[in-house]
């Protein structure tokens, strides 16, 4: 398996413009998580989906952020508009089943101008 | 309020040393926790998970202990090699919680 795939690998926008961040989990695997990581805030969890349903959005920012699942083997998480102050490694991770080790993707490197 | 705190940001040691990690917790009641190796411009990667009712867990040079009366966890990597260097990372999960919380990480260095 070719582990949890998501792209782009880097994006630079200006302020105002839409991102749409994509991620493939782990075939098989029920649980799809998003993560950003920043120096000052370290990796927080955004949401989270079981079987494609959204289970906890608790960790979004606000109403600028949203994450489908349309299917089990892609997620996308979009930021419209967007704000420097959402620069940051945006991670998806997947996981088989519920109290396992996660799966990280590469991330994607966003950066808001 | 909920806190995930790993001791030292970074920590500096000889090639051949034992390396301790510490990562303490407050108002948390974790199943489990789990510790990760983060490389620069990559995602975590999962070492190793213990369970509540476990005190300690070992793979290879790696071993870690659990201490929910004392809250906290130790990460302990022994015969450190350079190629250890990495920043490491505790994560915690409540029982049928679904989500793992996660500290904010130790930067390890290995010096030759």
């Known amino acids: 398996d070719a582990g949890v795939i998501q792209s782009p690998r880097h994006e630079v926008t200006e302020m105002g413009q839409e991102v749409t961040l994509r991620c493939k989990p782990i075939s098989g695997h029920d649980y799809l998580f998003w993560y950003r990581q920043t120096m000052m805030r370290g990796l927080e969890l955004l949401i989270y989906?079981?079987?494609?349903?959204?289970?906890?959005d608790s960790g979004m920012p606000e109403d600028r952020f949203s994450a489908k699942m349309p299917n089990a083997s892609f997620s996308t998480l979009k930021i419209q508009p967007s704000e420097p102050r959402d620069s940051a490694v945006y991670f998806c991770?997947?996981?088989?089943?519920?109290?396992?080790?996660?799966?990280f993707g590469s991330g994607t490197q966003l950066s808001v101008l | 309020s909920q806190k995930i705190e790993q001791n030292s940001e970074a920590l500096n040691i000889q090639e051949g040393k034992t390396a301790t990690l510490t990562c303490n917790y407050t108002?948390?009641?974790?199943?489990?926790l789990q510790w990760y190796r983060q490389d620069p411009g990559r995602g975590p990667v999962f070492l190793l998970l213990?369970?509540?009712?476990?005190k300690e867990k070992r793979k290879e040079r790696l071993k870690v202990t659990f201490d929910t009366t004392l809250k906290q966890s130790l990460f302990h990597i022994t015969a450190s090699q350079p190629a250890d260097s990495a920043t490491y990372l505790c994560?915690?999960?409540?029982?049928?919680?679904?989500?793992?919380?996660f500290g904010d990480g130790t930067t390890l260095t290995v010096k030759p």
């Open positions: 989906f079981n079987n494609n349903v959204p289970i906890d």
């Open positions: 991770a997947s996981q088989g089943t519920v109290n396992e080790k996660l799966f």
């Open positions: 108002n948390y009641s974790p199943a489990y």
């Open positions: 994560a915690l999960d409540q029982t049928n919680a679904g989500k793992s919380t």
């Open positions: 213990i369970r509540e009712n476990e």
